[in-house]
């Protein structure tokens, strides 16, 4: 019997690589994730036709090229969805039992699904995200430098978001609700399709929105901090702010496996 | 010296009804140990336990001396788990499903690589091994499967109904490939299943019924505790037949799927004289030896493949 009775990254390391490779064999998902934000941004952003102002955007920034942030944000967010999904298909079709009889540290369990949703998620935003000046977002290696570890940690943060709704499910209708009734509002109330008004009740309700602060490290990417936007918090405060979401959607995805190693 | 496998008073609930209700036995070391019973009989309860997926209400058990709630992680090094939905991956090929069902134990690199190569061709799986797992019929996935829970070398193998969805010619090859793995490995293995021919295969079977464990024994000396033979008569008015041979003969025999059955001492002695009570009437008869199932319908009053059983099993598994 080995020393180590419970292993951690070579099991996580495992698992990341599985999420990848499945990822890679499901053409399907590659579409779903992309192409639905691309067709919001695409449909909202240019047919309320590029004169539409917003208060609180810039005089010299079109809608589409405002709405661009939110877009990546929410291709975090499908990826996120898409990935944490698949754990209740594991539940169901038997892998996870077998991962749950291994002698294998809640937290590989949780690392291996972090990072794979955290890889597909940040790599296809990314990828997106070269486009960016074709919707006149500036893009250079600076703010390259910003944007990749923005999206790391908001990606990481939404699939932990993700896999805390999917852990205790069996079914994944019950995902599909809890998505559209919590996780889209989440989503439009972070700034992505329109700036908090400062007098309005959404100002509050983006303050307290971890998603918020996830949509403006994205856009502070973008803009850096110089550029004037109200009410959007500085990129070192929203990086700040994302890693502690990430941290704490990881602890409480760790306690949860912790606590309920069950099957059904 | 100690069991491989113990349960010690093992009990378990789900809220009023009980599943598990004070279950003690010891497996022993190299052995093949069937647990029999009807679904619902709380086979898959135990499993579960004894794969460390569930916790008892009450009692202990201990696998290598590993206590399964005190010492999980102990136990998850000490077995490998075969389960009745694959808990392979149908999206990656055999070789992929075994190298990362490796690396969950700490194996890789040349080490990994021969193991999985190894259980592979022990398991004739190495031909397919770059091939999807759903292409694969179910069989096949069953030795993947199998293949995947030898890979640390595991000293107790646990298997619940490994036979459900194989076909009769699968069916007898997985047991061929248990009995190998016994000779050459020396794994001790805990099998459930609710069929009569496969309880027959194992070296001693405890039989579950309603939670409560009725009886451990080898087969043979289940079989024992009939002290009888058993009489299967095909006629055409089992009703009557079996109501006259307690009239005539003061023997008690009983209906079953349009047949009548009796236990006497000495059946065939007695072939010829019940068939001459009977003129015109006895279609055909069969004297022998009483089955794994004549035990279990005389010590619970009920049949293992009752269609209510097999029924309600299905329908909680979707």
């Given at each position: ?31 779903g ?12 952003g ?19 090229a ?33 991962v749950l ?47 990749i570890?923005?999206?790391?940690v ?7 978001l ?17 998505m ?15 700036p ?69 | 010296m ?51 997926l ?23 090094s ?22 990362y ?46 293949a ?19 076909d009769?010619v ?117 004297a ?19 269609p ?11």
């Amino acid at each position: 019997m080995s020393a180590a009775r419970t292993h951690l990254w070579l099991p996580a390391l495992a698992l990341w690589r599985r999420e990848i490779v499945r990822f890679l064999r499901q053409k399907n998902r590659v579409i779903g994730a992309l192409a639905t934000p691309l067709v919001f941004w695409l449909l909202i952003g240019s047919g309320v036709g590029p004169g539409f102002r917003l208060p609180g955007m810039p005089l010299d920034m079109t809608y589409l090229a405002y709405f661009f942030p939110g877009t990546v944000v929410l291709i975090l967010l499908f990826t996120a969805i898409f990935s944490t999904i698949s754990i209740i298909e594991d539940r169901r079709e038997g892998f996870l039992q077998g991962v749950l009889v291994a002698p294998v540290a809640p937290e590989a369990i949780v690392l291996g699904k972090f990072l794979g949703g955290m890889t597909l998620a940040a790599g296809q935003a990314l990828l997106v995200c070269l486009a960016a000046p074709l919707a006149g977002v500036p893009l250079d290696l600076a703010v390259l430098a910003r944007l990749i570890p923005a999206l790391m940690v908001v990606g990481f943060g939404l699939v932990g978001l993700g896999f805390l709704i999917a852990w205790p499910l069996d079914s994944t209708q019950g995902f599909h609700a809890i998505m559209n009734v919590f996780l889209m509002p989440l989503w439009m109330l972070s700034g992505a399709l329109f700036p908090a008004g400062a007098d309005s009740w959404a100002r509050y309700a983006v303050a307290l929105n971890p998603v918020a602060y996830g949509t403006a490290a994205v856009r502070r990417a973008f803009y850096g901090d110089a550029v004037p936007l109200a009410s959007v918090p500085t990129y070192a405060f929203a990086m700040i702010v994302s890693v502690l979401f990430a941290a704490v959607m990881f602890l409480l995805a760790v306690w949860m496996v912790r606590r309920k190693r069950s099957i059904a | 010296m100690s069991h491989p496998v113990q349960t010690t008073d093992l009990c378990r609930s789900f809220g009023a009804r009980v599943a598990l209700d004070h279950v003690s036995f010891g497996v022993r070391e190299g052995e093949i140990f069937g647990l029999l019973g009807p679904n619902g009989g709380g086979k898959t309860t135990l499993f579960r336990i004894l794969g460390t997926l569930l916790s008892p209400s009450g009692g202990s058990a201990r696998i290598c001396g590993h206590d399964v709630v005190a010492d999980p992680a102990g136990v998850r090094s000490s077995i490998g788990v075969v389960f009745q939905s694959p808990s392979l991956d149908p999206q990656l090929t055999v070789a992929e499903n075994l190298r990362y069902g490796g690396n969950l134990y700490g194996l890789r690199g040349p080490d990994l690589e021969n193991r999985w190569r190894e259980m592979a061709s022990a398991l004739r799986v190495e031909d397919r091994a770059g091939d999807l797992v759903k292409n694969l019929s179910g069989g096949l996935q069953r030795r993947v499967e199998i293949a995947k829970s030898l890979l640390p070398r595991p000293r107790v193998l646990l298997l619940d109904e490994p036979s459900t969805g194989l076909d009769p010619v699968a069916r007898v090859d997985l047991w061929a490939i248990l009995e190998q793995l016994r000779g050459k490995f020396g794994i001790t293995t805990v099998i459930t299943t609710h069929l009569m021919d496969e309880a027959e295969r194992c070296g001693r079977v405890a039989i579950l019924h309603r939670g409560k464990m009725l009886a451990c024994e080898t087969p043979d000396a289940l079989r024992a505790t009939i002290g009888a033979d058993v009489l299967t008569l095909v006629c055409k008015r089992p009703d009557a037949v079996a109501e006259q041979l307690q009239a005539k003969f003061g023997w008690t025999a009983v209906v079953r799927d349009d047949a009548v059955r009796l236990e006497i001492p000495k059946a065939h002695a007695e072939v010829a004289r019940i068939v001459e009570a009977f003129p015109g009437e006895i279609l055909s008869v069969t004297a022998g030896r009483p089955t794994l199932e004549d035990v279990f319908v005389r010590m619970t009053g009920e049949r293992l493949g009752d269609p209510f059983f097999e029924e309600t099993g299905k329908k909680k598994k979707k």
